[in-house]
T-cell receptor, first 113, second 113 residues
């Protein structure tokens, strides 16, 4: 079983839709959870960073962490064509091992106008 | 503006040739990282450095070498020993403290001639 599983998609939605992106993980030691957005031929851009269970909101984006189920989600409200990108989840155990990020393989999202 | 600059954007390597990818950051970050990204794959850690004049191997260090002579610079050399070097290479950095997230440059795409 891979440490981090992420549905690769592709996911195609109409403009204005609510998008749900998900990752599951097997290592219960993971404490820090990140979502990155990566446009084609660009580097990943940090969207959300959280270290506790529950929800964290930033504008149209909400990150949700459920440590008991080892499941994280990113919700995008009122999706826009500019949200079309690959979304990567990443996580680490923190402490002295925070250098070690484990990434999902990414979900390709297309928002159609 | 503060950020991470990778150069060149595109690089071509001949058989048996070593090539060096540049990564410079002006964020005053202590830690720097090199990742490799292949299509449909997550990011894989090649090398990382948490302090000047010190670096450690990541998961796929064979065929690569690095140096960290200055805080702001972390060049990666892809040697002729790396038999499958075609990939998208990403440099990242993170600030002081074990819970700081990583921020990425815009990558270098390396291809074989």
């Amino acid at each position: 079983q891979k440490e981090v599983e992420q549905d690769p998609g592709p996911l195609s939605v109409p403009e204005g839709a609510i998008v749900s992106l998900n990752c599951t993980y097997s290592n219960s030691a993971f404490q820090y959870f990140m979502w990155y957005r990566q446009y084609s031929r660009k580097g990943p851009e940090l969207l959300m960073y959280t270290y506790s269970s529950g929800n964290k909101e930033d504008g149209r984006f909400t990150a949700q962490v459920d440590k008991s189920s080892k499941y994280i989600s990113l919700f995008i409200r009122d999706s826009q064509p500019s949200d079309s990108a690959t979304y990567l989840c990443a996580m680490s155990v923190g402490g002295g091992s925070n250098y070690k990020l484990t990434f999902g393989k990414g979900t390709l999202l297309t928002v159609n106008p | 503006d503060g950020g991470i600059t990778q150069s060149p954007k595109y690089l071509f390597r001949k058989e048996g040739q070593n090539v060096t990818l540049s990564c410079e950051q002006n964020l005053n970050h202590d830690a720097m990282y090199w990742y490799r990204q292949d299509p449909g794959q997550g990011l894989r850690l090649i090398y990382y450095s948490q302090i000047v004049n010190d670096f450690q191997k990541g998961d796929i260090a064979e065929g690569y070498s690095v140096s960290r002579e200055k805080k702001e610079s972390f060049p990666l050399t892809v040697t002729s020993a790396q038999k499958n070097p075609t990939a998208f290479y990403l440099c990242a950095s993170s600030g002081e403290g074990w819970n700081q997230p990583q921020h990425f440059g815009d990558g270098t795409r390396l291809s074989i001639l």
